[in-house]
């Protein structure tokens, strides 16, 4: 069984499992969860107590995105220009055909 409860009116959260309670106030899970955030952007290279390093990351991550749009609007396009290639070749060759008495 397992069963967690909020609560505001004393800024608390209480764990229950099984027979295990572990009651721990809300501004000490929240500066355990700050310091872990912080660590897995650290392990990344990602100093996040300076303010420039937190808006390159940003400036990274907007540029991946471009790129990855770009990527995909040329991919569609390559597809699409195939496609039409390989309609404009069957035309071709079907037009050929019926004027040259193929039939």
């Known amino acids: 069984m397992l069963q ?3 609560q505001h ?3 608390t959260n209480t764990m229950t499992t099984n027979d295990n309670i572990m009651v721990m ?3 000490e899970i929240r500066a355990i969860v700050k310091e872990a955030v912080r660590q ?3 392990t990344m290279g990602m ?8 808006v390159d ?3 990274d991550m907007h540029f991946l995105r471009k790129q990855r749009l770009r990527r995909e609007k040329f991919e569609v396009s390559i597809v699409m220009h195939v496609v ?5 070749a069957a035309g071709t060759a079907l037009g050929t055909l019926l004027l040259n008495g193929g039939f």
């Open 4 to 6: 967690i409860q909020h």
């Open 9 to 11: 009116n004393d800024m």
């Open 25 to 27: 106030p809300e501004v």
């Open 40 to 42: 897995v952007f650290l």
């Open 47 to 54: 100093n996040v107590n300076d303010a420039n390093e937190i």
């Open 57 to 59: 990351f940003q400036q």
């Open 84 to 88: 039409l290639m390989a309609i404009t």
